[in-house]
């Protein structure tokens, strides 16, 4: 009887992992996508952008893009992605609109201090300063957002040197899990990625990142879309990752947010899984005077998934140039 009962659990794990391999090779395919189609779709970066390597004060690099002339608009990424992730507001926005690439993705480098979002925020003021970035609307995802907000409330006179007004997408101003969680997280992933460094392999696998990307999306996400997050995703060292996973968790700025200075306003979409609806409502509601705009059916990649509704709060009268 024992026997049966053990073939029949091993005869069905053994299914089971036969079904989910088959699922996971159907949803590589299904959300894949050629580089024609990611040009066909505005996904790629445009042919004249400028392009800068600002040094920072640790020894680490930033690299930044930028086009256009006249007021600014500066835009700072989440984790695991770059500045691809804002091709459609790259070709789309007014004026002179400015991408950094923060140390650890693409090729911008830490330098000695590491990736606590103190020194990602300096990175930032580095790089406005060295672009002489002044009176812009500072845009921050996800993670970018979330020094974006630091900087806001510790560093309010240095930010405000360069920027008049601040959106914050698909963001959020407190930890994202409970302590006893954050550090079985941190731990745990730490050891993967530390062998996925030694053996030079992207952060996470194939039949693992596809669904990653997947998730960041609400409803029906384009191939072209998938397809970019995850060439992101897998171009990310490891290490990276590992370094700014802890400060990611462990980020709070809730009771420090009645400080504010600046003009806020919030952005999230109702299928974000990753930075839910509530984050952004408790932003807008802890800012004085902070806007919010709530998408419905949008996901994680709200610059992205809706590029059009986005520039419309980044620069109201934005026309395609």
């Known amino acids: 009887m024992k026997l049966r009962r053990a073939a029949a659990i091993g005869g069905g794990l053994a299914t089971a992992a036969g079904l989910a391999y088959v699922l996971e090779r159907a949803g590589a395919r299904h959300f894949q996508a050629s580089e024609e189609t990611l040009a066909a779709a505005g996904r790629t970066l445009p042919a004249d952008l400028r392009h800068h390597f600002v040094p920072t004060s640790d020894g680490g690099r930033i690299h930044a893009v930028e086009r256009g002339e ?88 240095d930010l405000e040197r360069h920027a008049r007004r601040l959106v914050l997408v698909a963001t959020g101003p407190g930890p994202v899990a409970p302590v006893r969680v954050r550090a079985l997280a941190t731990a745990g992933t730490t050891r993967l990625l530390a062998v996925a460094e030694r053996r030079g392999q992207a952060p996470l696998p194939q039949s693992v990142s596809v669904w990653a990307a997947r998730s960041a999306f609400g409803a029906a996400p384009s191939p072209a879309d998938v397809t970019l997050l995850r060439q992101m995703l897998d171009a990310m060292a490891p290490a990276g990752l590992a370094g700014l996973l802890p400060h990611l968790l462990a980020f709070d700025v809730r009771d420090q947010l009645g400080s504010v200075r600046l003009p806020v306003h919030a952005v999230v979409g109702t299928r974000d899984v990753l930075t839910p609806p509530r984050t952004a409502r408790a932003i807008a509601s802890r800012i004085p005077g902070a806007g919010l705009t709530v998408l419905r059916g949008c996901g994680h990649m709200v610059m992205l998934e809706r590029p059009v509704e986005l520039a419309d709060v980044v620069a109201p009268r934005a026309r395609a140039r």
């Open 70 to 157: 006249g007021p600014a608009i500066v835009l700072v990424h989440g984790i695991t992605l770059g500045v691809a992730t804002w091709a459609p507001q790259l070709r789309a926005l007014p004026g002179r609109v400015v991408a950094v690439s923060q140390r650890g993705h693409g090729q911008s480098r830490a330098g000695a201090e590491g990736y606590g979002f103190d020194r990602l925020g300096t990175d930032l003021l580095e790089v406005l300063a060295a672009l002489e970035v002044r009176d812009a609307v500072v845009v921050g995802h996800s993670m970018g957002g979330m020094i974006v907000q630091q900087l806001a409330v510790e560093r309010p006179d």
